[in-house]
């Protein structure tokens, strides 16, 4: 029956060891959003040598002390500042998802993959609610082969069953909504786009951008706080490309805004190595319009987190800071659920293929 905020509040304190105060980036509107198409478009950069330059002005600043973290923000048109590279970048647009997911299309991924999804545990980072991995894995990795790449060595697969009258229906679901979605990760995330083909040119055959091959997909998924180290190229990778963008410091030929871009992604490298991103929409899927969803994404690391939305898509390097996403509460009435019938958070992306 649902209890209610300030009982929530109540079990919450009890149950919390610690608070940390984080910047919630959603919030963040400027004075005439009201009259424009915004679209809660917002990118986060790290502080450095080659930063942005904001406008001392138009700058608001937020301490964090209880995670040591200070957030300055500004508003710009969207077009300003793309030399730089971000870590995080969120916009709600649902025309990256190329379709809109109902609850009849959820109930028939979950009858193909089971409740729990395709892989059910991670012990680097404990999850709840239905995890699967679409994709080819890493050559090195113990774990089973997943559906999409057949049988392997007649291996079984991570679930022993499943469904395979939903199969190609939860294939065709998965591939319409990540072909749009990696886009974002190819325009914000320019040094990758430019440097994958150059560095890795058997996996680029053809002048193919495509650098984000193995898709997850979710259903109300919680999870715990953790970095994906295992999505950093690696040293040797980072001197290569090192090497090369040095010789392009040399190039009399650059624009301006060129040069910059290099003289940013030598910084990047050097700072945080070349790591692999990860973009992923979600949809908030409910048959009552009336119930609200509150859940989190939450970018410790950075000291920021975006409440997740209907229609909204995230790109971030997930090897350069922790992160997690919280656990869904569903509001109606008055009264708060930690599930609630028939209304589902759908999450899927696509990252760095698992196969080296």
């Known amino acids: 029956n649902g209890i209610t905020i300030n009982e929530a509040e109540m079990v919450l304190r009890r149950y919390s060891k610690v608070t940390y105060q984080l910047c919630n980036a959603t919030s963040l509107l400027p004075e005439n959003h009201l009259q424009h198409s915004y679209h809660s478009y917002t990118r986060v950069f790290a502080a450095g040598d080659v930063s942005p330059e904001l406008s001392p002005g138009d700058v608001t600043t937020i301490n964090l002390p209880t995670i040591n973290r200070q957030v300055s923000f500004q508003f710009l048109p969207s077009r300003k500042l793309f030399e730089y590279i971000p870590l995080s ?6 025309s990256l998802h190329g379709i809109t997911v109902t609850n009849g299309i959820i109930q028939r991924i979950v009858k193909c993959l089971g409740k729990n999804g395709l892989f059910t545990y991670r012990p ?5 609610g239905s995890l699967s991995f679409i994709g080819q894995r890493s050559s090195s990795t113990v774990a089973q082969p997943n559906p999409s790449e057949g049988d392997v060595k007649n291996f079984w697969y991570y679930r022993k069953h499943l469904n395979q ?11 319409i909504l990540t072909s749009n979605l990696v886009s974002l990760g190819l325009k914000e995330f320019f040094h990758l786009s430019k440097l994958m083909p150059f560095l890795f040119p058997n996996s680029f055959l053809d002048g193919a951008r495509e650098f984000c091959q193995f898709a997850i997909l979710t259903i109300n998924f919680v999870n715990t706080i953790h970095c994906d180290e295992n999505d ?18 040399t190039c009399g030929h650059l624009t301006q805004s060129l040069l910059l871009q290099v003289r940013a ?3 990047h490298i050097n700072t945080f190595g070349l790591t692999a991103p990860t973009t992923c929409g979600y949809q908030v899927v409910s048959d009552n319009i009336e119930v609200q969803s509150i859940q989190f994404f939450i970018g410790f690391g950075l000291g920021i987190c975006y409440r997740i939305v209907d229609g909204w898509t995230h790109a971030f390097l997930p090897a ?6 919280s656990a869904p509460l569903f509001i109606l009435n008055g009264k708060v659920f930690s599930r609630f019938e028939n209304c589902n958070i759908l999450a899927w992306g696509k990252g760095k293929e698992r196969k080296k």
């Open 232 to 249: 950093d190229f690696g040293i040797e990778i980072d001197d290569i490309a090192l090497t090369a963008l040095a010789t392009l410091l």
């Open 165 to 175: 009258v939903w199969w190609c229906l939860v294939i065709k679901v998965v591939n």
């Open 124 to 128: 680097r980072c404990p999850h709840f």
């Open 89 to 94: 970048v969120g916009v709600v647009d649902k």
């Open 320 to 325: 350069t800071h922790s992160h997690l996403t």
């Open 265 to 267: 992604t030598i910084h």
